[in-house]
């Protein structure tokens, strides 16, 4: 299914942009041969009688301008140039840097005409008002294809983030994998293991408890749930090796393996660390609000992520064995449905609300403090835990550091296919066009649960990247304020989901499987879970 997820992200994109400039050449635009009204303010006297270089400013009004290009302006524009003249070929050059005071229009004109931070042009004089101003026409370049030149440029700047990503966890998994080879070698994750059985044994039933991919497997989820999420990539990789080698077809994704990917890609951390930095830093009054309601959505990920592997794994059912399957899942679904039916009728009854306005004497101040304390000491400790147990028990620990650091070197390098086809796709996608459409096609169905519109964005790219979904929550929080109801609904969709796409790219292609299976629908159920619950929780306590 990956396989055509991946295509249908390309088609999208660059289909979108094909239609887009298309109809931008029809409706031109950008004003191609058209000419703008301009007045040019040398900062010398000069008559224009002889050939050479001036400098000056180019001023547009702003109503000529607004009108030239259907904006929004509020004033006059100054642009500083440099005019070229030439006086016998009856030439007048205008070449202009962009800087932060220039129109949105004209900085994205010179970004695609693939110089990033000039625009060129032809003024042509109509009358020269005194030795330091004239006035006349200007026609700019021709701009043209400018979606396709997005694309371009996007698919290029997404293969080489892809190669830095990977390139990035290099020393990152040699330092884990070092780390976790001592460990694995003293017995300790062994011990760790079989101390949480119980859950092991319900999660992953294919896993024997003494499998090293046991202590890996749960070495990720509390990385995860601490917020590091530095450690918890080479956990989850060093994780997805070894169930591997229980993997009787090396191409396809057993069981246990796409339920681990269906944890990881529900995201359940207990402090959303990001989320919670953006809120500070855009002046929040209280940013660690988001906690509990990001808590709340990321556990309904989880369960309706397990909930989808544990059902999706039976199928295809056959013929005669539907009765049986439905009768093991009977208990579940029984279960499943009272909690939701309880939910339902608790948040409509206003009991639910009343029941959280009640907990006041929870501190969510003292509870951000207390993980933001194991945050800081958890890398530290692990690392002193680990190696020093290894030294207890004689284990020759820097031979064996060395030994599983070389495991996360190949690893890494190993992931950079995978990488560069997924960012690849997920940069055509977003520059083409692609998410536009899937906006304007999901928002009247999202209309009807209360999510805004604007927050729709955020919804659609967090599976997707994990920069981009970042990028959008910033710039709604800076647009509504952080503590807006739609400031606070897009930081717990932050905190409440994990990049489903990047994640499954990654791990996949670790251990270079093919055939992912049911792990695709399975994640995406529980990134829609993850938001359904984000905004039930923050419609119900800031509604």
Not at 19 to 28: G, H, L, P, S
Not at 237 to 254: G, I, R
Not at 469 to 484: Q, R
Request: aromatic letters at 8%.
């Amino acid at each position: 299914m990956l396989n055509y997820v991946w295509l249908g992200l390309i088609i999208l994109g660059i289909g979108t942009a094909i239609t887009t400039d298309i109809m931008n050449q029809a409706d031109n635009k950008f004003r191609n041969s058209d000419p703008l009204p301009i007045e040019i303010i040398f900062d010398d006297s000069t008559s224009l009688q002889s050939d050479g270089a001036y400098n000056g400013k180019i001023k547009v009004r702003s109503d000529d301008f607004n009108e030239f290009y259907s904006t929004l302006l509020n004033n006059d524009v100054f642009v500083k140039a440099k005019i070229s003249v030439n006086m016998e070929e009856d030439k007048i050059g205008i070449f202009f840097k962009i800087d932060e005071n220039t129109p949105e229009m004209w900085k994205y004109m010179a970004k695609v005409s693939g110089k990033d931070d000039d625009l060129m042009g032809v003024f042509k004089l109509r009358e020269i008002k005194n030795g330091k101003l004239v006035s006349g026409d200007l026609i700019l370049e021709e701009i043209a294809f400018t979606k396709m030149k997005d694309v371009t440029n996007s698919a290029l700047e997404y293969a080489g983030i892809a190669v830095n990503i990977a390139l990035g966890l290099i020393g990152i998994m040699a330092l884990w994998l070092g780390v976790m080879k001592v460990a694995e070698n003293a017995g300790l994750i062994k011990i760790i293991a079989n101390s949480v059985k119980p859950i092991t044994k319900f999660l992953f039933p294919d896993v024997p408890p003494d499998h090293p991919a046991m202590g890996s497997i749960i070495m990720n989820m509390a990385a995860n749930m601490l917020g590091l999420g530095n450690a918890a990539t080479p956990f989850g990789l060093k994780a997805m090796e070894e169930l591997q080698t229980l993997n009787k077809d090396k191409n396809t994704a057993t069981n246990a393996m796409v339920t681990f990917l269906a944890v990881n890609t529900a995201g359940l951390t207990l402090i959303p660390v990001t989320a919670i930095a953006i809120r500070a830093a855009a002046g929040s009054s209280n940013p660690a609000i988001i906690i509990g309601t990001a808590i709340f959505g990321a556990t309904c990920a989880t369960i309706v992520g397990i909930t989808a592997t544990k059902i999706l794994e039976k199928f295809p059912i056959k013929k005669g064995e539907y009765g049986a399957w439905l009768k093991s899942y009977k208990k579940g679904l029984i279960i499943a449905i009272s909690i939701v039916t309880l939910i339902t009728i608790l948040a409509t009854t206003g009991v639910l609300s009343a029941v959280f306005s009640k907990l006041t004497f929870l501190n969510p101040d003292l509870f951000k403090g207390i993980i933001n304390v194991i945050s800081i000491l958890a890398i530290p400790g692990l690392i002193f835990l680990f190696i020093g147990y290894g030294a207890i028990k004689k284990v020759k620990v820097y031979e064996v550091f060395v030994e599983g650091a070389k495991e996360g070197f190949d690893v890494a390098v190993r992931i950079i296919p995978y990488l560069v086809a997924m960012l690849v796709a997920i940069g055509i996608f977003r520059a083409g066009g692609g998410m536009q459409i899937l906006v304007t096609a999901l928002e009247p169905i999202t209309s009807l649960i209360g999510m805004p519109a604007e927050a729709l964005p955020m919804a659609i790219m967090r599976p997707l990247s994990g920069s981009g979904s970042l990028g959008i929550m910033a710039e709604i929080i800076a647009t509504h304020g952080p503590d807006s109801f739609i400031g606070i609904l897009v930081s717990t969709f932050f905190g409440s989901t994990e990049t489903t796409f990047y994640v499954l790219a990654v791990y996949f292609g670790s251990v270079n499987i093919r055939n992912t299976r049911h792990a695709l629908p399975a994640g995406l159920l529980a990134d829609i879970a993850g938001i359904l619950g984000a905004v039930f929780i923050v419609k119900l306590l800031f509604g």
